[in-house]
């Protein structure tokens, strides 16, 4: 079974900065892309940034500028440094990645992480 574990959630000032990380775990067999996506409340989920697992990245305009994906595929966690963070960018944020597990890898599904919030209040 393989699941997507998110953390570094909170409440900060605008104007800070929060670093989200996310791990994937179980029968993996490979991961592709590894995204994260965010809903504040009455809002449709949107695209955050993606990065491919081959380093190629896609950022929401909103946040570029003051919002770096990273991965390592060595431990297969991915990570969102979001730097001036603005009342704004308050949402649940979702970890996503396409992975393919050990029991079918043939096919590549699409698994999420379970949210965290994140608070830019002052």
């Known amino acids: 079974q393989v699941q997507l574990v998110e953390s570094g959630g909170g409440l900060v000032q605008p104007g800070g900065s929060l670093r989200l990380s996310c791990a994937a775990s179980?029968?993996?067999?490979?991961?592709?892309?590894m995204g994260w996506y965010r809903q504040a409340p009455g809002n449709q989920r949107e695209l955050v940034a993606v990065?491919?697992?081959?380093?190629?990245?896609n950022y929401a305009d909103a946040v570029k500028g003051r919002f770096t994906i990273s991965r390592d595929n060595a431990k297969n966690t991915v990570n969102l440094q979001m730097n001036s963070l603005k009342p704004e960018d308050t949402a649940v944020y979702y970890c996503?990645?396409?992975?393919?597990?050990?029991?079918?890898?043939?096919?590549?599904?699409?698994?999420w992480g379970q949210g965290t919030q994140v608070t830019v209040s002052s």
């Open positions: 179980g029968s993996i067999s490979s991961i592709g892309a």
């Open positions: 990065i491919t697992r081959g380093g190629n990245t």
């Open positions: 996503n990645a396409r992975i393919r597990d050990l029991r079918n890898v043939f096919y590549e599904a699409n698994y």
